[in-house]
């Protein structure tokens, strides 16, 4: 266990979750300041620098304290439940320096993570929405790139981008980490949800990248032993779910404290004494403790099979399904409860909306996309059939 620093990851853990409750009225505070600047404000990030809440995916050999993945869970769930646009900023953060800990060869790991300086804040997008031509010693890279949260203050980008194959052989799908100096950012985040995650474009108009500054998608990580071991998209799957449901569990507190003072009539019941309304809040809370274990459940198997060397693929695919279902779970339940908030939780001061706001936004996200359903009944088809006689 020592090779991906979880003896580290348990003392961590509860350290973290102390300063996050520690730290929950500034991350509340900064939650609604965030909606207007349409970023995280400056002096949180810098809080969550102190933290050391930046680099629990970082390989311990590059001064990171990586967690292992349901310790991360925990985490991720408690910054959901404190503040979206706070967690969905640690989340991105976490994914985009841990994987460019893991995956950058030395010469480029050790310029991004210069020994003497303080540990740096990777973000943006390794999808190949760029693209790229040979030069000596390396790339000269050129695009645009979404949804790189946290861009305001990163210190390196990553962005993926695709050279085209000669003679017929396909194209080479690569992914390059650049200082933030090289690109620039585009003030492009006007949205309805998730408004204070600072989910910026960037671009970039023919930045030379040295060779030892990219990786290849498919490639396997050169550093960080078996969490880093799994597919990108396993890699960085223990964030969004656990992020979702601590939403949802704040949505059920807000709610249930609400219940005792609303009623949907002048002089009718208070909402805690509906029959209906009781109903629906115990079914809620069951679903969101099923869809968090479900999660959980794929994501330590996934674990299990990577530290054995074993296949990967079954594993993979229920990975992958059980975000979309936890995820969706965490939607339909805020929205379910939403309405019995009657008018006033429309009113923009009211926390119900934003929760419905978020978690909406968080299930448009590339990596809860229906397909992975597909995936997984594809693998299920495929294995029953190998087993038949």
Known sequence: MKEDGQALGTASRAELLAGIRRCRPEFEAAGGRAEKLRTLPGETVATLRAMGAFWLKTPAELGGTPLAPLDFCDVMEEFGYADAATAWTVMVGNGGTGTAGGWLPDAGAGRVFAP???????????????????????????????????????????????????????????????????????????????????????????????????????????????????????????????????????????????????????GGPALSERAVFRKELGRAETRVRAARLVHRDAVETALAAAYAGDDLGGAHAAVAAASVYTVETCAEVIADLFRYGGGRVLALSNPMQRHLRNVLAARQHLALSEEHYEAAGRYILQTAKARRP
């Open 116 to 266: 003497g300086r303080p540990l740096p804040l990777v973000v943006g997008t390794p999808g190949p929405r760029g693209t790229g031509r040979a030069a000596p010693g390396g790339y000269v890279v050129s695009g645009r790139w979404g949804f790189a949260s946290g861009v305001s203050y990163a210190d390196w980008l990553l962005g993926g981008f695709r050279v085209p194959g000669d003679d017929g052989l396909p194209d080479r799908l690569l992914v390059a980490v650049v200082p933030k100096d090289d690109v620039e950012v585009v003030d492009n985040w006007h949205v309805a949800g998730l408004q204070g995650s600072g989910s910026f474009d960037f671009r970039m108009s023919d930045v030379f990248v040295p060779e030892e500054m990219t990786f290849e998608r498919a490639a396997s990580a050169c550093r960080g032993g078996a969490l880093f071991r799994q597919e990108a998209h396993v890699f960085l799957s223990n964030e969004v779910p656990p992020l979702c449901v601590g939403i949802a569990r704040r949505a059920l507190d807000e709610i249930a404290d609400l219940a005792d003072r609303t009623a949907r009539f002048p």
